[in-house]
């Protein structure tokens, strides 16, 4: 099973060249590689121009009927 998913998973060299600058080529990602784990609540630029805001995950949410944090910032 492991050994199934290594042939799978990643880019592959192709064996062809960029036909402008003679690079090798890669094969392009499947749809499950394109997606990206943010590791953070919040992101924004330097100048406030953009920025997200995720909801805080169940699992760091305080027990039912106990105080605690419920949202950031």
Do not use: F
């Amino acid at each position: 099973m492991v050994a199934d998913y290594q042939k799978r998973k990643g880019e592959k060299m192709t064996g062809e060249m960029c036909e402008v600058c003679d690079t090798p080529l890669y094969t392009d990602p499947s749809a499950e590689e394109l997606g990206i784990y943010l590791h953070a609540i919040a992101y924004s630029d330097l100048n406030g121009e953009w920025g997200y805001r995720s909801p805080l995950p169940e699992w760091a949410m305080p027990p039912e009927g106990r105080d605690g944090v419920r949202e950031v910032g």
